[in-house]
């Protein structure tokens, strides 16, 4: 008798994309393929879900504690952190890891692919609140394919007179069997900024275990990094271009306490954030006229 999981693979359930807004207001974006499912929040440009039928538990980690109210960023997926990560330079009461995540985008485009996968275009959407934040002819989309893997590329378009600097971020939780059984590889003899350690500078000795929190940024580095899950029994490749920094994230049990969203039953023991970004040292100048991308593709392997 072949599994649903099976059957799924082997007939698919054709394409589907629909919308729907929830009591709030919000509106997500439902996707099925036969290679995948996922769900995108349009507020933040925020792919919330993908699930490819090979895999055997979700990709990425959404929190059961997640708020879905406008103008919140939603706690999982993977956030849209734009055009500063962090705290605001200068004024403590704008948003951490900037507004991009937490104001309406609009879908340009979202179409089928001849190879069975789905292709997503999100652009935010220009306001009087982005424009008081980001007095710049500015542009910024979202790419997204949802397929056996997910790629997405956040484009930012400088259509001024005057060049800015951008920090941004793809924030990705990821789904872990146990915060404590996985690996991150990739980084080892990276140097990285230990928020933990008020950004004292290291450097990485071999592959990165998870006992405590965990908050590491680190710098001029384009590697590939796997999260390997023997729990789960899988890895995930995190393969990127125009990112010279990565951020490793785990808040352990006080730090989650203190969040509050970080999902029931100690929910934070089954995510970790390894996030794709220009950050710190590797902010970036976007030039008059020019643009810049930051692109990413997650895909799965059996461990
Ligand atoms: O990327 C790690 C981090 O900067 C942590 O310091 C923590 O603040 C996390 O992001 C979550 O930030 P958020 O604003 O989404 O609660």
């Keep these: 008798m072949q599994s649903v999981h099976e059957l799924n693979a082997r ?4 394409h589907k994309i629909h919308f729907s807004a929830d009591l709030n207001g919000l509106v997500t974006l439902e996707i099925e393929n036969p290679h995948a ?47 500063w990560f962090g705290p605001h330079a200068t004024d403590e009461t ?37 424009e008081k934040q980001w ?14 893997t997910l790629k997405m590329a956040l484009t930012t378009t400088n259509k001024g007179h005057e060049p800015f600097v951008i920090g941004e971020a793809l924030h990705t939780y990821f789904q872990v ?9 990739g980084l080892d003899h990276t140097e990285y900024e230990d928020k933990v350690e008020d950004y004292a500078l290291k450097r990485q000795s071999g592959d990165i275990s998870f006992n405590d929190e965990v908050d590491r940024v680190y710098l001029n580095t384009d590697s590939t990094c796997v999260l390997e899950d023997p729990g789960l029994r899988r890895k995930i490749i995190i393969e990127k271009s125009g990112s ?19 999902g029931s039953h100690h929910g934070w023991r089954h995510m970790v954030c390894v996030e794709t970004s220009n950050v710190r040292g590797n902010v970036v100048t976007v ?15 059996s461990l």
């Design 11 to 14: 007939y698919g359930v054709g």
């Design 37 to 83: 499912s996922a769900k995108v929040a349009l507020q933040g440009g925020h792919v919330m879900q993908w699930n490819p039928r090979h895999a055997e538990a979700p990709v990425l980690w959404l929190s059961d504690q997640a708020r879905f109210v406008a103008g919140r960023s939603i706690r999982g997926g993977v956030p849209v952190c734009w055009p």
């Design 94 to 130: 704008l948003c951490p890891h900037g507004f991009a995540r937490v104001v309406p985008w609009d879908v340009v485009d979202a179409r089928p692919e001849a190879d069975n996968t789905t292709s997503l275009v999100l652009k935010l959407v220009e306001s009087r609140q982005v």
């Design 135 to 148: 007095p710049y002819d500015c542009e910024l989309t979202l790419t997204v394919n949802i397929g056996p």
């Design 177 to 185: 069997s146990d915060i404590e059984v996985v690996r991150v590889l």
């Design 244 to 262: 010279h920094s990565t951020v490793v994230w785990t808040p352990w049990e006080r730090k989650a306490a203190e969040i509050g969203d970080l």
């Design 287 to 301: 030039e008059p006229g020019s643009a810049h991308t930051l692109s990413v593709q997650y895909s799965t392997e």
